[in-house]
């Protein structure tokens, strides 16, 4: 059945002015929101292309050959970026997610990781730097990823049938090449290898037992994610999403799983572990994990803050504008007026979409189709 597709209205071009406060004090690593929410996580989108055409984040009858994408003079150059991830792990962060579009299609995104690894955070520790991809160029870029100081790395995976990941990429892509991607990444030594699956209603989720029992006891833990109602062009409709409550009872089933307490604050994913025969969580066999970003909002902990590619920086998933960080980097604003903006920015946020989701009304109206895509922030 044909879905129904929103024509992508150009909303790249929404974005805010930062002021520079005209004092500031310096960055402490401590810095909240009107929610007393810390800044941890920076996610860096670094292209706004891909090589896919995932009918839920760039339907391919929106983003076809008349698509502009960005000129390369408009991306932040690797100078830029690694400028910005300095001031913000300055003000706290201490992950860092390469994203997009797709990463690996950025030219030498390598020697952007070597520069992001010279980072310290506040405790003069390494950051945590990892990157999420389709995994189509995975299997050659592994090496050279880990030998500039790449950590993990995420690799999104909706299905192990052919067919079906043909048909959910929408460009005839293999699956063995993904399973190849993600065999190199181990090889080389990344650690935390993670697959995420998007679940999708009457698509792929008749796969989910297979991927489980693929992934269990491999060292790679395999995430499910909720369809998102992300950006303004994929036809999400609640049908569509398959509870992660469902998920677990649907593995719980076959196979028992044990629940885990969380890693972190701010984490997404509720994990669950594989129980071995006396009924306790088996490490050899490892964990999965949920990510419920529909039914289950986590907003209350969102210690995280996404960069485009052009410099824009969005202080929630489904934010309607962006600030325009590039302004102040091609201008002549000094580290400490940028760092100051930055706090400015972070401590008016009070984004909780998700929270909000279940009052908003059905179609979300004006709002949606506002809403920025996810390959232009990444996930
Ligand atoms: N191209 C890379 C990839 O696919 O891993 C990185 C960018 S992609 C936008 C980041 C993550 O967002 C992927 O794991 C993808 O599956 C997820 N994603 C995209 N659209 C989504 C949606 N509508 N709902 C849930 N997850 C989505
Ligand atoms: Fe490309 Fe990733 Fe979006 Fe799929 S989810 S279209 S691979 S950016
Ligand atoms: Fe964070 Fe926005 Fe997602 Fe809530 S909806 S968890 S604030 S990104």
Not at 24 to 46: H, N, Q, W, Y
Not at 135 to 162: E, N
Not at 319 to 336: E, F, H, K, V, Y
Not at 368 to 374: A, C, D, T
Request: aromatic share 6%; proline share 5%.
């Amino acid at each position: 059945m044909a879905e129904r597709v929103i024509p992508l209205v150009d909303e790249r071009s929404r974005v805010l002015r930062p002021a520079v406060p005209a004092t500031a004090s310096p960055a402490t690593g401590e810095l909240f929101d009107t929610r007393a929410r810390p800044l941890r996580d920076l996610r860096i989108s670094v292209t706004d292309r891909c090589n896919f055409r995932c009918g839920y984040c760039m339907p391919k009858e929106v983003f076809d050959k008349h698509h502009r994408y960005l000129p390369h003079s408009d991306l932040l150059s690797f100078e830029e970026i690694t400028r910005l991830a300095r001031l913000f792990m300055a003000h706290g962060v201490h992950k860092i997610r390469l994203t997009g579009g797709e990463p690996l299609l950025r030219k030498d995104l390598e020697k952007l990781v070597a520069q992001l690894a010279e980072l310290r955070t506040t405790e003069g520790r390494l950051p945590d730097l990892t990157l999420t991809t389709n995994g189509s160029l995975l299997a050659r870029k592994a090496r050279a990823l880990k030998d500039a100081g790449l950590q993990r790395v995420t690799v999104s995976l909706d299905s192990l049938d052919d067919a079906i990941f043909r048909r959910m990429n929408d460009v005839d892509f293999p699956v063995a090449e993904v399973l190849a991607g993600i065999e190199a990444a181990q090889a080389v030594g990344l650690k935390h290898i993670k697959v995420n699956m998007v679940v999708k209603r009457g698509t792929n989720d008749h796969e989910i037992p297979r991927m489980a029992r693929h992934f269990r006891g491999s060292g790679v833990t395999l995430r499910f994610i909720e369809f998102m109602d992300v950006g303004a062009t994929n036809g999400w409709r609640m049908d569509q999403v398959l509870p992660s409550a469902e998920v677990v009872a649907r593995l719980q089933s076959e196979l028992p799983l044990v629940p885990l307490s969380p890693n972190a604050v701010g984490e997404t994913a509720q994990r669950w572990g594989w129980a071995g025969a006396d009924g306790r969580h088996d490490p050899a066999l490892g964990e999965i994990g949920v990510i419920s970003s529909v039914t289950r909002a986590f907003c209350g902990d969102c210690n995280r803050a996404r960069l485009s590619m052009e410099g824009r920086l969005y202080l929630c998933l489904f934010a309607t504008q962006g600030w325009d960080l590039r302004s102040l980097l091609r201008g002549d604003a000094s580290d400490a007026q940028i760092s100051a903006a930055i706090a400015a920015i972070w401590q008016g946020r009070s984004d909780r979409y998700s929270e909000l989701r279940a009052s908003l009304p059905p179609d979300q109206g004006e709002q949606r189709g506002r809403r920025i895509e996810m390959s232009y922030i990444g996930g």
